[in-house]
């Protein structure tokens, strides 16, 4: 199976401020034939699903917020939320499809300082 | 829009089978080239992709899981179902339905979720 890592586990950051989610995998989830990552990151609310916000490690899902971008390659990736809005608070999980079992991130919950 | 709902009993006692079933409802869980699986999440916890089911009827399983699970699909219903064998309290969690985003293997859409409880 691909371990996701995730790092922080938690991190709380003022409103306006710039929040960084780092994600690793145990292997590459870049494919050779398409030279895509198969990298997606999802935010969680309290009592809801997750909600998927980025796939391909850096594209954007149809209306999510563009303070939301993602980025890296291979085994490591980024989330950052540019300008943390209350509405964020959540926890973030990274999920790669590149292989079953699909597998994610053990989250990183973010808060307002 | 397509949407997804869980439905079951939220409590089964340990050794017994657990069931549930996701119903697909704004459009045909046949069309389209769709994977629907099956995620759960223990409280406080993180999430476990336990299998999906394709259009055709092909399953596949999470190896952790495979001995004692089972995904199948009633396009009668527009449904499909979850059986976890031989439940331990491990096994409570919240249970989603959720589907792929056709042919690409990020999950675009999610029920909003089950608890199912394990205990006498």
């Known amino acids: 199976d691909i371990v996701m890592t995730q790092s922080p586990d938690s991190l709380a950051v003022s409103l306006g401020e710039r929040a960084t989610i780092n994600c690793k995998s145990s292997?590459?989830?870049?494919?050779?034939?398409?030279?895509?990552?198969?990298l997606a990151w999802y935010q969680q609310k309290p009592g809801q699903p997750p909600k998927l916000l980025i796939y391909?490690?850096?594209t954007r899902e149809s209306g999510v917020p563009d303070r939301f971008s993602g980025s890296g390659s291979g085994t490591d990736f980024t989330l950052t939320i540019s300008s943390l809005q209350a509405e964020d608070v959540a926890v973030y999980y990274c999920?790669?499809?590149?292989?079953?079992?699909?597998?994610f991130g053990p989250g990183t919950k973010v808060d307002i300082k | 829009q397509v949407q997804l709902q869980e439905s079951g009993p939220g409590l089964v006692k340990p050794s017994q089978t657990l069931s549930l079933t996701c119903t697909v409802s704004?459009?045909?869980?046949?069309?389209?080239?769709?994977?629907w699986s099956w995620i759960r999440q223990p409280a406080g916890k993180g999430l476990e992709w336990i299998g999906r089911?394709?259009?055709?009827?092909?399953?596949d399983y999470n190896p952790s899981l495979k001995s004692r699970v089972t995904i199948s699909l009633d396009t009668s219903k527009n449904q499909f179902s979850l059986k976890l064998s031989s439940v331990t309290a491990a096994d409570t969690a919240v249970y989603y339905c959720?589907?792929?985003?056709?042919?690409?293997?990020?999950?675009?859409?999610w029920g909003r979720g089950t608890l199912v409880t394990v205990s006498s």
């Open positions: 959720a589907r792929d985003a056709g042919g690409w293997w990020y999950f675009d859409l």
């Open positions: 704004g459009g045909s869980i046949s069309s389209g080239s769709y994977y």
């Open positions: 089911i394709y259009t055709s009827g092909s399953t």
């Open positions: 292997q590459s989830v870049s494919h050779s034939s398409n030279n895509k990552n198969y």
């Open positions: 391909w490690a850096s």
């Open positions: 999920q790669q499809y590149y292989t079953t079992p699909f597998t």
